[in-house]
């Protein structure tokens, strides 16, 4: 290692820490799709219904997030940090474990607790921690391991359940989580206490459970796992949950999730549209591997290596994207781009058996190209008018939508194949039943144009002007 390389190490040792836990993160999640089919036939149950595993995750991502920064504040980052990681790799060690689909949505539960308070607490160990000077560097080494992530995941998942058994995909967690609780441990200081303030208990006992009750409640439709009078109550109770929140969260002077942030037009369009541009994203890495598996009769390993150049797309796209912002701007680029990405995510619907996996990789490359440059449009956008008294509100704000925008996609793709599979009476899934969810998904986020077209024409200029397009990464697929 020469000294320039042991100085950028030795000046990013905290960065590289915390981006031991994104890379974990990043990885279990793009591992896991690529098994799903598999995980089905070891449990014996119907593929649609591993909706569970990757739903039940992202809802308590979005359900715990909001109590992050709270929590970092009131015992510590670092401290919280750590356990953090551990309860993560609790929760890999119960997937791997697990002898059907209930105990394997149990434990994506404990690890979604985990990964709730393990990244946003992350990146406030860094933020503590780094100079503003240094911060701009320390941040571009945490977005490697998001865009790896999604990259090595594919290929990785699909290689270990074809060859190995899908169980390993958890067990590789283990050591990258021992690896991170020392380093942690080691190297990250204690930092200064923080004042953490009252916890809006109201907020978070109403908005989690409503989230919870709502979302599962139209998860679990058509599994047979509720009668449709008591799935009807428990969607109900949580809708009434959301309900009160929102009349609590305008009245209270620090609610937990502030939506008076939506009076702001930027963050309104950026959160709003997002929401819908991601229903489809969310749905994309869910259906991918479960049409060529199940539709296409590829293996894992196949299926992997053809959904790895959708994060191939995104990387690339990263180092184009605030260049073709200050180009272009942010309205047009949302627009337009909105609609060039859902053609991409519609795309698949015009595959089958015999399409050349070239072609397959190509559309996948572009589409992942065109994802990302909108990720980072709607992340940056975000904060363009965000003062920084709101800025960990609105940062608090937007990771919730995103995780549930994930939970809202894979539940539409899923009921989508469920009700085309009832509507012509298969008993199992084939090719013929992708092509119309890759459409209505495409559809859903072409429709966030109707939101990002109410953009000013010069929203975001500041941003653009002072170079500060620079945004954490997000999964892509």
Known sequence: MNATVRAAVSRNTVPLIVATALFMQSLDATVLSTALPEIARDFDANPIHLKLAVTTYLLALAIFIP??????????????????????????????????????????????????????????????????????????????????????????????????????????????????????????????????????????LLLGPGLAAFLTGATIAGLGLLDPITNVLVMGIGALLVTLYVRHALRSAAPIIDLRLLSIPTFRASVTGGLMFRIGIGAFPFLLPLMFQLGFGMTPFQSGCLTLASGAGALLMKLLAPAILRQFGYRPVLVFN???????????????????????????????????????????????????????????????????????GVAVAALGLELLQHWDGRAAIDASHFPPVFAGIALLSALSVLIFMRLPKDAGREMLTKDLVKTPAEPVV
């Open 67 to 204: 109590a992050s920064s709270w929590v970092a504040d009131r015992y510590g980052a670092k401290t919280v940090f750590r356990w953090a990681m551990a309860v993560f790799a609790l929760g890999s060690i119960c997937c791997a474990l697990s002898n059907g689909l209930m105990e394997l949505v149990a434990a994506r539960a404990l690890q979604g607790m985990g990964g709730a308070m393990m990244v946003p607490v992350g990146r406030i160990v860094v933020l503590r921690a780094i100079p503003k000077n240094e911060l701009v560097g320390a941040l571009a080494w945490l977005t490697m391991p998001a865009l790896i992530g999604p990259v090595m995941g594919p290929p990785l998942g699909g290689f270990l359940t074809t060859y190995f058994d899908w169980r390993y995909i958890f067990w590789i967690n283990i050591p990258i989580a021992v690896l991170g609780i020392w380093l942690i441990t080691r190297f990250i200081p204690e930092g200064e206490p923080q004042e953490a303030g009252a916890f809006d208990t109201t907020g978070f």
């Open 338 to 408: 909105a609609l060039l990405a859902s053609v991409f995510i519609a795309m698949p619907s015009l595959f089958s058996s015999a399409t050349p996996w070239l072609v397959i990789m190509g559309s996948l490359l572009i589409g992942g190209f065109l994802r990302s440059l909108q990720f980072t449009s709607i992340n940056s956008i975000a904060y363009a008018d965000i003062g920084p008294d709101k800025l960990s509100r609105a940062a608090g704000f937007v990771a919730v939508l995103q995780e549930l925008s994930g939970t809202i």
